[in-house]
């Protein structure tokens, strides 16, 4: 079946303009992560939805960053005046809600790679 | 402290050779434990998951130590298509959000 999708694969823009990234999560999964890795780093969690709502946007490095999720399914983080350290890979992952409470394996997705000029 | 701990490596090996890595989390509320494998430009995949009786899975065996709060991979007879970087993963009890540390790069050489 189809995995976790995101566009676009790369981006490069200017510095100052606003970006949009886009997730397609695995059909099913209500569980939605966004993370960014920097080259050279680990993962950095920025939010975390379950279906449409956010319950942790800790990881948001600044108010420049925003994310939504409508339907349950499609998730857009959004950048605004980006900088040049927000250059970096932009990862998302969905996962079942397990009874239990929670979460099952993540799988991610093939990232969008941002470069901000 | 940091959440989630590992050596950066890179651990160089010889072909054929068995690796071990760990790695250390702070929060002993932590519930679920996973090792993830990152290819080169590529993203995370599961390896496996860790159960506290420890598991294995062909050459890959995890363990989980409870008490001195760290997770281990040992992976026997590297092979060169074992060259990744693999990231521990942990993950608290009821709480979605999981932390990964910053892998541990695995180079295995003919």
């Known amino acids: 079946g189809a995995g976790v999708s995101q566009s676009p694969s790369n981006k490069v823009t200017e510095k100052g303009k606003d970006v949009e990234l886009r997730c397609d999560p695995i059909s099913g999964h209500t569980a939605l992560y966004w993370y960014r890795q920097s080259l050279g780093q680990g993962l950095e969690f920025l939010i975390y939805f379950q279906g449409n709502s956010a319950p942790d946007k800790s990881g948001l490095p600044s108010d420049r960053f925003s994310a939504e999720r409508t339907g349950g399914s499609v998730s857009t983080l959004t950048i605004q005046r980006t900088q040049q350290e927000d250059s970096a890979v932009y990862l998302c992952?969905?996962?079942?809600?397990?009874?239990?409470?929670?979460?099952?394996?993540?799988?991610f997705g093939p990232g969008t790679r941002l470069t901000v000029l | 402290r940091k959440e989630v701990e590992q050596d950066p490596g890179p651990f160089n090996v010889p072909e054929g050779a068995t690796v071990a890595f760990n790695c250390t989390y702070s929060?002993?509320?932590?519930?679920?434990f996973f090792w993830y494998r990152q290819d080169c430009r590529k993203e995370p995949k599961l390896l496996m998951s860790v159960y506290s009786s420890g598991n294995e899975d062909g050459r890959f065996t995890a363990q989980l130590n409870r008490a001195s709060q760290y997770i281990s991979l040992l992976i026997r007879d590297s092979k060169l298509s074992d060259s990744a970087t693999y990231l521990c993963?942990?993950?608290?009890?009821?709480?979605?959000?999981?932390?990964f540390g910053i892998g541990t790069k695995l180079q295995v050489i003919p």
């Open positions: 929060n002993s509320a932590s519930q679920s």
């Open positions: 993963v942990v993950r608290g009890r009821g709480y979605q959000k999981v932390t």
């Open positions: 992952a969905s996962s079942l809600a397990l009874p239990s409470g929670g979460t099952d394996t993540q799988y």
